[in-house]
C-alpha cells in the first residue's frame, strides 16, 4: 500500500499558517485522517504532543521517509468550526487551483490577534456622605482635580472613564492616586469593536404580496423537510426581493441559527445594513475591506461565540465562521465581483454551495437578471426556480426610450446629452425630482466602433469585438487572430471609425455647463476612496441633498432612492462591445438594474438608453425588461458555440519574464493535454495566445484555453498541468488557472 502523508499546522493563526509539517498517516487511521480534522501529532525535538489541523494529504514527501514522525491519533471532538474552515480552503485549492497558503489565507482572512478593546469606569468606594467630605478636604488643599473628580462621584456612584478623562479634566495619575487612597476604583471590562453604529430602529414593516410570502415558505418548508437546496429567487427590480431575505433570516434566526447575507458591492452595505439593523438591531454586523484588523478580528470572535446572528457583506464574508449556519443569501448573484481575481479564482455562488452542503444550510440566490449559470440550472431542475414578476403596491416598472447615437450625429448633437435625455433632465430640475446618470464604463477594452452606422470591428472566427492595441493592432484574445485597423468603415466608409473616451469628471463638467443650477454628487473610484465615503455620498442624495448623481455601475445596483424618476444611460455600447463572450449578457444586466432604479416611490420612473447599436437584442430586451427573451436568444448562442454555461472553460494564464519562454511553456501545456486526454471526448484545447495585456510589470503574459462540457474533465486537466509545473518548475514563469473566467485574458 501507497505510504500518505498529512501536512498539518499546528497553530491556526492567520499569520502562521505557512507553516506545515509532514507527518506520516498510520495504516490504521487511513480513513480517519482528512484535511479539517483535528490530529495528535508529536512535536518538536521532545516529542511534546499537540493538537494540529490536517490542511492537505499527498503521496510525496520532501523529507527522508524514514525521518517523519506519525500521527498519535485523530481528535474525539470531530470536526471543530476551524477545522471546517480548513475543509473548505482544502476544496478551494482541490477545485480552482492555487497553493495550500493562499487556499488557507482566503478563508482565515484575519491576520493576527488583535488586542482587545478595554471599557473603562471609575466606581465610588465609599458613601456618598464620605465621598462629600473628601471632595472638600481636596479643595481645602488646593487639589482642584482630585475635588472635582470625587463632587463628581458624590451623586453618582460610577462614571465612564472617559467622560472622566475628557469632560471633567481629570489625568490618569490623579484617578491612580485617588484608587490608592481608597476613594475609587478602576474597573476594566473587555468589549468586542462594533463597526455598526446606528440608533434608529423604527421599522415600517410592509405586508408581504402572495409571490414573496411563496418564496419564504418555499425555501423554509423545504428546510424543515430535510432538503436545504439551492432556491434561485427571480423578481424585477423593485419586486421587493430584500423583504423576502428579512423573513427567511427571521425565521432562520428564531430556528437558532446564523445567516450570511452577500451583496456584491461594499457601496450596497450602507442601505442593506440599515434594512437589517432595524429588524434585528445588534444581532447584525458587517464584514468587508474598509474594517480596521481590529474590528475584523471581533466580527470573527463574535461569529463563533454566538453574539451576532447575521453578516452582511461581499464575498469574503462567506467565510465567517458561524456554528450554526441556517442560510447563505447571496443577493444580485449574477455580479462580476463575486469571482475573486487572486488566486484561488473562486465564485461565490459555488463556494456558498459547497459551504451550505457542509452545514446542511439552504442557499437563496436573488437578482433581477439572474445570471446565465443560475438560470440554465435551474431550468434543468437543479435549482428550485420563483419568479415574482410585479412591483409591490402601486410601484410601476418604468417607461423605458431608446436614443439613437448615430442619428443625434447626423442632426449635429455632439454633446453628451441626446436631446430626450437633455429635455427630461430640464423637467426633472424643475419639478424638484432626482436624476441619475449611470456612465457605462464597465469593461472598456478599447473596441473599436463607427460612430456614424454603429459597426463594430469583430473577430471572423470568436464573435467578439476586437480590442485596440497601441499600435494600431486590431486583437482577438480568444484565438489571437489580428488585423489592421482600418482608416474608414468596411461597411459605410465613414472616417468615424474610434474607440469611446469620457468619464464620470466630464459628465460633472458638462452637466455644469448646461446645467448651471444643477446640485451634482459623483459617485466613482476617485470619490470613494475613504472610508464611509459611500455612506456619506448615498446618505446625502437619499435625503436629497443633490439633485442629480453621477457614476459608474456602482451606482445602479440594489440602491432604492424614492425620489429618482429619471435615469439615464450614457454609452450602453461600452460593456456590449468589449472582447467577451459575455458582452450581451453584461450589457443587459446592466440596463436592466439601471432602469430598475427610477420610479420605485409613488411617482413613475423614466429612463434613457443612448446606444449606438439600438437593434442589438440585449439593448431591446433590457427596454422590455424581458429576461425571458434575451435568455432565449443568448442562451442559444451559448449552445452553439460551446461556451459556459452549456460547457466549461479553464484559462490558464502564464506569465513569463522572457516572452519565448512564456510561449514555449504555453505550446509544453496544450501538446501534454492533446497527447495524455486527447480532443476526442469533448475537450477543446485553444491556444496559447498572447493575453489582452500582453505585458504587465515586465512580465509578459499568454493565455490558453481549454473548454469540456463536464467541470471534473477541467479539474484533472488542472491538476496534470499542476504536476507538469511543479516538474518544470521556474523561478521566473508563474502559472494561474481561472475556472469559466468572467473576464478575458
Known sequence: MTERYADVIIDIA?????????????????????????????????????VGYVVDISEETDYPAEKIKAVLGVDEKGMSVEGRQIQIAYWLKSQYGSTTIAALKTVLPVRQKQKPLEKKKVLRCLSAAQTAQAAVECAKKHQRAKARMLAALETEEELPY????????????????????????????????????????????????????????????????????????HGVTGSGKTEVYL????????MGKQAVMLIPEIALTYQTLLRFYKRFGDRVS???????????????????????????????????????????????????????????????????IYIASLCGASVVLGSATPSLEAYYRASLGQYQLYEMRERPGNSVLPVVHITDLRKELKEGNRSIFGRKLRSLMEERLFQKEQTILFLNRRGYAGFVSCRACGHVMKCPHCDVSLSEHRNGTLTCHYCGYQERKPEKCPTCASPYLMGFKAGTEQVEEAIHREFPGARVLRMDADTTRKKESYEKILSAFADEEA???????????????????????????????????????????????????????????EVVIQTYQPEHYSVVYAAKQDYGGFYGEEIAYRELLGYPPVEHMLAVLIASRVQEE??????????????????AGGLRVIGPAQASIGKLSDWYRHTLYLRHGNYQVLVEVKDKLERFCKEHEQREQTVQFDFDPMNTY
Open 14 to 50: 492567520h499569520e502562521k499558517v505557512d507553516k506545515v509539517f509532514q507527518y506520516k498517516i498510520p495504516t490504521g487511521l487511513a480513513q480517519a485522517v482528512y484535511p479539517g480534522v483535528r490530529v495528535h501529532v508529536p512535536f518538536g525535538r521532545g516529542n511534546q504532543e499537540k
Open 162 to 233: 472617559e467622560l472622566v478623562r475628557q469632560k471633567l479634566n481629570v489625568a490618569a495619575s490623579t484617578l491612580q492616586a485617588l484608587e490608592k487612597q481608597g476613594y475609587l476604583t478602576i474597573e476594566k471590562e473587555s468589549c468586542y469593536r462594533n463597526p455598526v453604529r446606528m440608533t434608529d430602529r423604527q421599522e415600517n414593516r410592509p405586508v408581504l404580496n402572495p409571490a414573496q410570502q411563496k418564496v419564504i415558505d418555499g425555501v423554509m418548508g423545504s428546510y424543515r423537510e430535510g432538503h436545504p437546496g439551492v432556491h434561485l429567487v
Open 247 to 254: 423573513g427567511i433570516i427571521e425565521q432562520m434566526i428564531a
Open 286 to 352: 458587517v464584514m468587508n475591506s474598509t474594517l480596521s484588523a481590529g474590528e475584523k478580528y471581533d466580527q470573527i470572535e463574535r461569529a463563533k461565540s454566538g453574539e451576532i446572528d447575521v453578516i452582511i457583506g461581499p464575498r469574503s464574508a462567506l467565510f465567517t465562521p458561524f456554528p450554526n449556519l441556517g442560510v447563505i443569501v447571496m443577493d444580485e448573484e449574477h455580479e462580476n465581483s463575486y469571482k475573486s481575481e487572486t488566486s484561488p479564482k473562486y465564485h461565490a455562488r459555488e463556494t456558498a
Open 547 to 605: 439633485d442629480i448623481l453621477v457614476g459608474t455601475q456602482m451606482i445602479v445596483k440594489g440602491h432604492d432612492f424614492p425620489g429618482v424618476t429619471l435615469v439615464g444611460v450614457l454609452a450602453a455600447d461600452l460593456s456590449l462591445n468589449r472582447s467577451d463572450y459575455r458582452a450581451g449578457e453584461r450589457t443587459f444586466q446592466l440596463l436592466t438594474q439601471a432602469a430598475g432604479r427610477a420610479g420605485r416611490g409613488e411617482r413613475p420612473g
Open 662 to 679: 512564456g510561449e514555449k511553456l504555453g505550446e509544453q501545456m496544450a501538446e501534454l493535454i492533446r497527447k495524455e486526454m486527447g480532443e
